[in-house]
């Protein structure tokens, strides 16, 4: 259950932090050209930070644009805020919502009357959806998607001319009006030589399709290319200012899209909690949890934390992590059940029940990131905020103050 709610319950939950998000936006800005919107990508719930919260945030801070992988991922939007309040911008109007991904032609309609944008990415997915609006009498918004060198979604880009003519034949379809045309880049994260030439020519291809449409008297509004690594690493388009928008995605929570450091500052966003629900001594040679996969070397204090793999918390993780008691780290031991998992806390003192434990975050000196985790657990940070379940409650904090939660409603839980 959605509710502003500030109740929820201790066991395992991922404050919020909105002023990092809104930090993060900002340093977002300053790397853009002034005419550069932010398109902020706020699919599978907002990267797992609970996408109704997260762009009521960056609407009130000046953002316009929403982007999703679905339908219902918009229509879930246009249902408004927590408290079921519709999202405004600042200027009355509702934010434009983007799909990026597939929606079957049947829900022409309902993309309609939600006024949500649908990418189209195929000259066939084209037609069928002017054919469908044509017999509901409907004109639907939509962007263009080119594929200039990922291969995964668009008209493929083969040179400009082919591309252009594709433009040209969905422009001239009466019941789509073409807001928008974009590309995505595939390796715009790496630091590697050919990766670079790899994103110059996606740019390139992208660039010459402008001016050859703009030759053939075709006008589209709104460009786009760069995601998070598009914004971090691409200079030369940022010179070129080009670009009306920018998908911003993983920085705007405060990670990096690859290996490579940023070249400006963001603040993770999410962090992870739990607590300590039981304490307690071995002797030597005692196993624990399922399989005995670990066996205690002498007298061990092993203290049980109520998270698990049913949380998001990858069972890959066991033996491998950390979690910081008391500001400091102790290893996950054995192996991570669904909903526990146990932690060496031999030589930390003073550790009572209920007392709170910092899985992802900053606890005094010591900090857990994701990229360490995901590094870990042998795969990228996208992968691990997206995994944490719906029922850890997602605490959002501003000021300092916990403003709302993802949690039930305060009869409840007051
Ligand atoms: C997910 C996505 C983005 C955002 O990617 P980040 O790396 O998180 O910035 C941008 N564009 C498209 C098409 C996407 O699917």
Same mark, same amino acid.
């Given at each position: 259950?959605?509710?502003?709610?500030?109740?929820?319950?201790?066991?395992?939950?991922?404050?919020?932090?909105?002023?990092?998000?809104?930090?993060?936006?900002?340093?977002?800005?300053?790397?853009?050209?002034?005419?550069?919107?932010?398109? $902020?990508?706020?699919?599978?719930?907002?990267? !797992?930070?609970?996408?109704?919260?997260? +762009? %009521?945030? #960056?609407? /009130? *801070?000046?953002?316009?644009?929403?982007?999703?992988?679905?339908?219902?991922?918009?229509?879930?939007?246009?249902?408004?805020?927590?408290?079921?309040?519709?999202?405004?911008?600042?200027?009355? $109007?509702?934010?434009?919502?983007?799909?990026? !991904?597939?929606?079957?032609?049947?829900? +022409? %309609?309902? #993309?309609? /009357? *939600?006024?949500?944008?649908?990418?189209?990415?195929?000259?066939?997915?084209?037609?069928?959806?002017?054919?469908?609006?044509?017999?509901?009498?409907?004109?639907?918004?939509?962007?263009?998607?080119?594929?200039?060198?990922?291969?995964?979604? !668009?008209?493929?880009?083969?040179?400009?001319?082919?591309?252009?003519?594709?433009?040209?034949?969905?422009?001239?379809?009466?019941?789509?009006?073409?807001?928008?045309?974009?590309?995505?880049?595939?390796?715009?994260?790496?630091?590697?030589?050919?990766?670079?030439?790899?994103?110059?020519?996606?740019?390139?291809?992208?660039?010459?399709?402008?001016?050859?449409?703009?030759?053939?008297?075709?006008?589209?509004?709104?460009?786009?290319?760069?995601?998070?690594?598009?914004?971090?690493?691409?200079?030369?388009?940022?010179?070129?200012?080009?670009?009306?928008?920018?998908?911003?995605?993983?920085?705007?929570?405060?990670?990096?899209?690859?290996?490579?450091?940023?070249?400006?500052?963001?603040?993770?966003?999410?962090?992870?909690?739990?607590v300590v629900s039981h304490i307690?001594?071995?002797?030597?040679?005692?196993?624990?949890?399922?399989?005995?996969?670990?066996?205690?070397?002498?007298?061990?204090?092993?203290a049980?934390?109520?998270?698990?793999?049913?949380?998001?918390?990858?069972?890959?993780?066991?033996?491998?992590?950390?979690?910081?008691i008391k500001?400091?780290?102790?290893?996950?031991?054995?192996?991570?059940?669904?909903?526990?998992?146990?932690?060496?806390?031999?030589?930390?003192s003073g550790i009572s029940i209920g007392e709170e434990v910092?899985?992802?975050?900053?606890?005094?000196?010591?900090?857990?990131?994701?990229?360490?985790?995901?590094?870990?657990?042998?795969?990228?940070?996208?992968?691990?905020?997206?995994?944490?379940?719906?029922?850890?409650?997602?605490?959002?904090?501003?000021?300092?103050?916990?403003?709302?939660?993802?949690?039930?409603?305060?009869?409840?839980?007051?």
């Open positions: 259950m959605l509710t502003s709610s500030a109740h929820y319950l201790k066991r395992c939950w991922a404050p919020i932090d909105l002023d990092s998000l809104t930090f993060n936006l900002e340093q977002i800005k300053k790397q853009l050209p002034s005419h550069t919107e932010v398109m $902020a990508v706020v699919k599978a719930d907002a990267y !797992g930070h609970g996408d109704k919260m997260i +762009a %009521k945030t #960056l609407i /009130e *801070n000046g953002v316009d644009f929403l982007a999703v992988s679905n339908i219902e991922e918009a229509i879930g939007l246009r249902e408004g805020d927590l408290e079921g309040n519709p999202l405004t911008t600042s200027r009355g $109007a509702a934010p434009l919502i983007l799909v990026l !991904g597939y929606t079957p032609e049947a829900h +022409a %309609k309902m #993309l309609y /009357e *939600n006024n949500i944008c649908q990418t189209v990415y195929s000259l066939e997915y084209a037609h069928r959806l002017n054919d469908i609006c044509a017999r509901l009498g409907i004109k639907l918004t939509v962007h263009i998607k080119i594929d200039t060198g990922m291969n995964r979604l !668009g008209i493929p880009h083969r040179d400009e001319i082919f591309a252009a003519d594709a433009v040209a034949e969905i422009i001239a379809l009466p019941f789509l009006d073409v807001a928008g045309i974009f590309t995505h880049l595939s390796s715009a994260d790496s630091p590697d030589n050919s990766d670079l030439a790899y994103t110059r020519i996606q740019i390139k291809r992208f660039r010459h399709l402008k001016a050859m449409t703009s030759k053939m008297g075709i006008d589209i509004p709104l460009w786009h290319i760069q995601n998070s690594a598009g914004i971090a690493f691409c200079e030369e388009q940022q010179e070129e200012a080009a670009w009306e928008y920018a998908r911003a995605g993983i920085v705007l929570y405060g990670l990096p899209p690859g290996e490579a450091v940023l070249p400006f500052t963001v603040k993770p966003v999410m962090s992870i909690k739990t307690k001594e071995l002797e030597g040679g005692q196993p624990v949890s399922y399989g005995r996969r670990y066996v205690s070397n002498g007298n061990t204090m092993v049980t934390l109520p998270i698990g793999y049913a949380d998001g918390y990858f069972r890959i993780l066991s033996g491998k992590a950390e979690v910081i500001g400091q780290r102790a290893l996950v031991i054995g192996n991570i059940c669904m909903d526990q998992l146990m932690v060496d806390v031999t030589g930390i910092t899985v992802v975050g900053k606890e005094g000196e010591e900090e857990i990131t994701f990229e360490e985790l995901a590094h870990k657990a042998n795969t990228i940070p996208y992968e691990l905020i997206c995994a944490i379940c719906k029922r850890v409650p997602r605490v959002y904090i501003k000021g300092g103050i916990q403003i709302a939660a993802t949690a039930r409603p305060d009869n409840i839980m007051a």
